[in-house]
């Protein structure tokens, strides 16, 4: 009986056909497999495809990115313009109730109101104070009494600005040697300021008792909106006057006293 071993040891037949063909060819007994085919590469068509989807992708996050950044930017543009408004409107009001009063007639003295016509709306208005308003501290008007007046007025690069003008109280037509003339605020759409009459309970952009200072004052800055079609934005002040009671009864025992 034969073993394991000798089944093992005998070649087969495929070993036997094997030999004979290196034998007749000369090639070597290397079992060869097929070649493996050719990777497949993208067409031109899925190519463009693939950049018409990066392109989408990248026009809706730059058209994100530029809407936040404008309106980033108007509402800094917008808060700097409260700001500045914010500003104005306070230093108007601390120069109007520092407005000075001398009992009589002299309309050097006076208080001014009075409305123009003009697109967008303003009003002119005057006074006599002894605060500084929008001087610098080492200015000479600022250390004794002066005349303020308050208008929007049209500037060819900028739009309508808001103009203050100073000069000596007594004056009553000063020259441009004694006006002091600063610009206060750009770019407003409007400017306007009323006055409530006791008389008769209402509120008059127009005042003509000039030897009288008015009990109460509303002072309105139009600021221009986030788009130049944009309805302006309006911000307001009340001010309280406190020589105007003075100013009543002084002007009335004034009136008595010229009677007599």
């Known amino acids: 009986r034969r073993g394991a071993g000798a089944d093992a040891a005998r070649p087969r037949p495929d070993a036997h056909a094997r030999a004979r063909a290196h034998a007749a060819t000369g090639r070597p007994l ?3 497999r097929p070649p493996a085919p050719a990777a497949r590469g993208f067409t031109l068509i899925e190519l463009l495809l693939a950049l018409a989807i990066l392109a989408s992708a990248f ?5 994100a990115f530029t809407a936040a950044t404008r309106a980033w930017q108007q509402g800094t543009a917008m808060g700097d313009a409260l700001n500045q408004g914010d500003l104005v409107l306070e230093r108007l009001v601390a120069s109007l109730r520092s407005a000075a009063y001398f009992p009589g007639e002299d309309p050097r003295y006076g208080f001014h109101l009075e409305e123009e016509g003009f697109d967008p709306p303003a009003t002119r208005v005057s006074w006599v104070t002894s605060g500084p308003s929008f001087l610098p501290a080492d200015a000479p008007l600022a250390r004794t009494l002066h005349r303020v007046e308050i208008a929007l007025e049209p500037d060819g690069e900028d739009g309508p600005v808001l103009i203050q003008r100073a000069w000596p109280h007594l004056i009553e037509e000063p020259d ?11 770019g407003l759409r409007g400017f306007g300021v009323r006055i409530f009459d006791e008389e008769t309970d209402d509120w008059s952009a127009e005042w003509e008792r000039t030897n009288t200072l008015p009990r109460r004052g509303e002072i309105t800055l139009q600021l221009p909106g986030e788009d ?18 003075y100013a009543e009864t002084g002007g009335r025992a004034a009136a008595r006293r010229g009677r007599r």
């Open 228 to 245: 130049p079609n944009d309805r302006p934005v309006e911000v307001r002040r009340l001010v309280e006057i406190p020589l105007a009671a």
């Open 59 to 63: 026009a809706v996050a730059f058209g």
């Open 176 to 186: 441009e040697e004694h006006i002091d003339t600063r610009v206060i605020a750009r």
């Open 30 to 32: 290397v079992k060869t």
